[in-house]
């Protein structure tokens, strides 16, 4: 079986891509997805719509198509990783983990122990809290290989 894994969250750091190598290199069956991870990319995403004035119908406009791509593989994927970052409050981060949780989606948080109090309650649904991209991949090692 080859599992799909959604990569939600913080797009400032290299994280993603620590998961994908490192899941490479113990060979795991898993293809990756995400959201687009290019910011000024997601925030136009709308335009192709038309121009806005406002720059509230601009970010609902590309908010809305954003979301085409971003429902859908949260509804595909077996397991999401939601990573929570410090230097900005990722709050689509959090609807991902809410939408996972309405879902019965398993996921697994990705965050500091300093950002642990406001994200009680996104993590007191997910499977499990993570500290490091090693720490999953090691989560991923006995979810996929693990035999009876």
């Known amino acids: 079986m080859e599992w799909k894994v959604y990569l939600?969250?913080?797009?400032?750091t290299d994280w993603r891509?620590?998961?994908?190598?490192?899941?490479?290199?113990?060979?795991?069956?898993?293809?990756?997805?995400s959201a687009v991870t290019d910011h000024e990319a997601s925030d136009s995403a709308g335009d192709l719509l038309g121009a806005e004035q406002s720059n509230?119908?601009?970010?609902?406009?590309?908010?809305?198509?954003n979301n085409i791509?971003?429902?859908t593989l949260i509804e595909q994927c077996d397991i999401a990783v939601v990573r929570f970052g410090n230097k900005y409050k990722q709050w689509n981060a959090a609807f991902d983990a809410g939408y996972c949780a309405a879902l019965g989606k398993p996921y697994i948080t990705l965050h500091d122990e300093d950002i642990i109090h406001p994200l009680k309650e996104v993590d007191a649904s997910a499977m499990a809290w993570t500290q490091t991209p090693e720490q999953v991949i090691e989560m991923l090692k006995y979810v996929v290989n693990s035999e009876f």
């Open 8 to 12: 939600s969250g913080e797009i400032h």
């Open 17 to 33: 891509q620590q998961l994908i190598q490192g899941c490479q290199a113990n060979n795991l069956p898993v293809k990756f997805t």
């Open 56 to 65: 509230f119908w601009r970010d609902h406009k590309s908010a809305k198509v």
């Open 69 to 71: 791509r971003t429902k």
